[in-house]
């Protein structure tokens, strides 16, 4: 039996790549996966310790445009000013 070599007609499309956007931006019921902390070392070591590290899953639970808002990781409900959040890079998955 032979395979042959896929062609243009036959390979798959590739995945959409992931867009990196600051969490701050994010709407309330958005899921996103934690790319990348922008800050201190205090600041990255905080919140690494809260568990924001590199593939974790966020949900938002509440962001109202102003203020502190709430996320969901790892089984926790945290609190994030708008600054802190807008140091949280995610990946939304979408282009």
């Known amino acids: 039996m032979t395979v042959s070599p896929p062609t243009a007609a036959t390979e798959t499309a590739a ?3 992931k867009q990196s956007v600051p969490l701050s931006t994010l709407p309330t019921g ?4 934690l790319h990348s902390l922008h800050g201190g070392h205090d600041f990255c ?3 690494a310790n809260l568990g924001f590290t590199a593939g974790a ?3 938002v639970v509440q ?3 102003r203020g502190p808002m709430l996320v969901s990781l790892r089984g926790a ?6 600054t ?3 140091k ?3 990946s939304t998955g979408e282009s």
């Open 57 to 59: 899953l966020i949900t």
């Open 88 to 90: 949280v890079l995610v």
């Open 45 to 47: 070591s905080r919140l």
């Open 30 to 33: 958005a899921q996103g996966v």
């Open 84 to 86: 802190e959040a807008a």
């Open 63 to 65: 962001n109202y445009g």
């Open 15 to 17: 995945p959409a790549a």
């Open 77 to 82: 409900l945290v609190a994030l000013g708008r």
